[in-house]
């Protein structure tokens, strides 16, 4: 099976910090763009960071605008989700997943993503 692995999940404090990490496992990402996406139990998988292939582009929804950041190191084969000041409301399970198709981080829709990997859970509570 061709999916991504996520990692770098587990619990923190309100205010705290974690680093998310994204690899391809049977494939390389430097011709894929990234997206980063996270599931509360009960509602829509949500997007929430988008990254080109070269890495010169990003996108955000407001809700993490400022305090998240992906990037990519195609050398190593790794796409990052750096979160910062973290709220109890980013508790999620955190996926990742790439696209072929071009420019699809304008709209960020998760139909033309693929290779989802399993998840990793971040639980941010005091």
């Known amino acids: 099976q061709l999916q991504f692995v996520e990692s770098g999940g587990g619990l923190v404090q309100p205010g705290g910090s974690l680093k998310l990490s994204c690899t391809p496992s049977?494939?390389?990402?430097?011709?894929?763009?990234v997206g980063w996406f996270r599931q509360v139990q009960g509602k829509e998988r949500e997007g929430i960071a988008c990254i080109s292939r070269s890495g010169g582009r990003t996108k955000y929804p407001d809700s993490v605008k400022g305090r998240f950041t992906i990037s990519r190191d195609n050398a190593k084969n790794t796409v990052y989700l750096e979160m910062n000041n973290l709220t109890p409301d980013d508790t999620a399970v955190y996926y990742c997943?790439?696209?072929?198709?071009?420019?699809?981080?304008?709209?960020?829709?998760?139909?033309?993503?693929?290779?989802w990997g399993q998840g990793t859970r971040v639980t941010v509570s005091s």
């Open positions: 049977g494939f390389t990402l430097d011709s894929l763009e």
């Open positions: 997943a790439g696209t072929e198709v071009v420019d699809t981080c304008t709209d960020f829709l998760k139909i033309f993503f693929a290779r």
